[in-house]
């Protein structure tokens, strides 16, 4: 089965992201442009991901929980889970390692919490979009045992990047995955420069903060069913 994808949304809970992110805008956006299956990874928190998967459930699209979780390292690591339940548990903890800060709303934006009607239920209060003291071998260690994978976020960016951080890739990591970003236009060009990196699969993800960066089309992978357990199946 041929599933086109894109694995790294932000809803309006993260601050950086479009108030406009909201879950049924989310989804009705990917079945525009033709996904199948997409995830929700907000910085540091799952809460809205139940939300669109209710919301997706409804229109026909798969919604994987996700988060993107930001390691004491500053390493963005893109964290998928088999069900909201899974990523809830992961995120109580990454909860525990934030910092006692309060969004400063004013210069972040706001962190707005969606049922699946995109009513506004909330915010979030904390300080989202900061690094957790989870170091990197401890984010992957916590979303395996959730039943998860986690995938460095877009390897190529010289910022919150596990290259441009650690300058490489330890070797205790079970790393099976890379996400590349939407820059990257040509990866055999881009493995030319880091050949040690053709090991791992590659995702290619939009990293979308608003409705029109939401990938077209383009990326797919070839499954035996639409569900998210195949999904990261696949990438492990």
């Known amino acids: 089965m041929i599933l086109y994808y894109d694995l790294h949304i932000h809803t309006a809970l993260s601050p950086c992201a479009d108030n406009d992110m909201t879950p049924n805008n989310i989804v009705n956006m990917a079945l525009l442009k033709g996904l199948d299956v997409i995830a929700v990874t907000d910085h540091?928190?799952?809460?809205?991901?139940?939300?669109?998967?209710?919301?997706?459930?409804?229109?026909?699209?798969?919604?994987?929980?996700?988060?993107?979780?930001?390691?004491?390292?500053?390493?963005?690591v893109l964290s998928l889970f088999p069900s909201a339940d899974a990523a809830e548990e992961v995120q109580r903890q990454v909860y525990r390692s934030l910092p006692d800060a309060k969004n400063p709303e004013n210069i972040f934006g706001s962190q707005l919490l969606f049922d699946e009607s995109d009513n506004i239920t909330g915010k979030n209060e904390r300080l989202l979009l900061t690094a957790t003291s989870l170091g990197i071998t401890e984010v992957f260690r916590l979303v395996a045992a959730a039943?998860?994978?986690?995938?460095?976020?877009?390897?190529?960016?010289?910022?919150?990047?596990?290259?441009?951080?650690?300058?490489?890739?330890?070797?205790?990591?079970?790393?099976?995955?890379?996400?590349?970003?939407?820059?990257i236009s040509d990866k055999n060009e881009f493995y030319k420069m880091r050949p040690e990196l053709k090991k791992y699969k590659a995702v290619f993800n939009s990293d979308a903060h608003s409705l029109g960066d939401i990938s077209e089309k383009i990326n797919f992978i070839d499954v035996l069913h639409n569900k998210p357990n195949e999904i990261i199946r696949f990438f492990g």
């Open 44 to 76: 540091n928190s799952a809460e809205n991901a139940r939300a669109v998967i209710k919301a997706g459930e409804k229109a026909g699209l798969t919604v994987i929980a996700g988060m993107e979780i930001e390691t004491s390292e500053e390493v963005h």
């Open 147 to 183: 039943g998860g994978i986690a995938i460095p976020s877009h390897v190529d960016r010289p910022s919150y990047s596990i290259l441009s951080n650690l300058g490489f890739i330890p070797d205790e990591l079970p790393l099976t995955a890379i996400e590349l970003s939407k820059n």
